[in-house]
């Protein structure tokens, strides 16, 4: 028996950063992101013998152990481990052993919400696997949980919902951990515009998430008032956009962005850089209306608007920084799990 696990992985379009505690819990965050067609997966292979074997095929990393021992986090393969040891905790013991497999459609760290995206399959697997009730809220949850409070990985909660939930998502985070998902409702050709329009670039830069955002928490907790007031601006962002997307007013959106990248780099210092900042001045050279960093900054992707035909020029300035465009497409399905005899 196997059972099978993938998990969109995102892309954000507006707020990002106000869905970071303390931020969320004492002002509220509010996010625009989207579901794309790039996935984290899980497998389960149960075995006979009473082993558990952890396998991540895009790092090629692997670990075993005796079934239902807790597992050392001592930095390798720490997301499969942190999932395995709290499902043991409080599912456990395991009557079988089995193999996890994992992989993830996009470098770990790149801004597309990669490792809870993994998470979320991580957990998703689990949950086919041992017949668990849990709703979407109830599974984005628990991925945070072990992501953000077992293993202590800094970061937001918007990543986990995009992956359980799928889809174009305007999301309020509120204090006492409450979320809301809405969908953002747009008509099929406007969504194919916006797909079209928005070209997802990797600028190859190795980046560490977990220093920019330990800032912008500090920065919030020291009453940082420019950055406090640039994470205000960019909640407003994310009204705003989301009734240029409702309205069919694209002509707006790549200015939205950059109202967003100019407020997203005051949060804390090395969201961007140099390099970031050429990449961002050749692309609205070439054509582009606006654009922003994926994630937290510091490297990764970086998404641009290029409206009226301005896609391929702006592509191919973006050649030259040593980078690749990546294409994708939205993806309406969230989480989705099954099993194979």
Known sequence: MVFRSKAPLRIGLAGGGTDVSPYSEIYGGAVINAAISHFAFANIELLQEKKVFLYSSDRNAGFQAPLNEILPINGSLDLLKGMYNRIL???????????????????????????????????????????LTMDNYQLAHFAFEVERKDLSFTGGKQDQYAAAFGGLNYMEFLPGDRVIVEPVIISPDHLKTLEN??????????????????????????????????MHALKEQS?????????????????????????????????????????????????????????????????FYCPEGTRDKVCDALLKFGGYVKPFTFSNQGLTTWEEK
């Open 197 to 230: 329009n928005l070209v997802l670039y990797y600028t190859s830069l190795n980046r560490e998430s977990s220093s920019i955002i330990n800032e912008q928490q500090q920065n919030v907790l020291n009453n940082n008032q420019s950055s406090i007031e640039a």
């Open 239 to 303: 009204k705003i956009m989301h009734d240029a997307l409702v309205l069919g007013h694209f002509q707006d959106i790549g200015m939205i962005l950059d109202f967003g990248f100019a407020n997203k780099k005051r949060m804390a210092s090395h969201i961007s850089n140099p390099l970031m900042d050429n990449i961002y001045t050749a692309a609205r050279k070439a054509g582009s209306t606006g654009g922003k960093i994926s994630g937290a900054g510091g490297g990764g992707f970086m998404i």
């Open 89 to 131: 905790r409080e599912y456990g013991p395991f009557e079988q052993g089995f193999r996890l497999t994992t992989a993830v459609e996009a470098p770990l760290g790149s801004g597309l919400g990669t490792s809870s995206t993994l998470m979320v399959s991580l957990a998703g697997v689990f949950k086919q696997m041992l017949r």
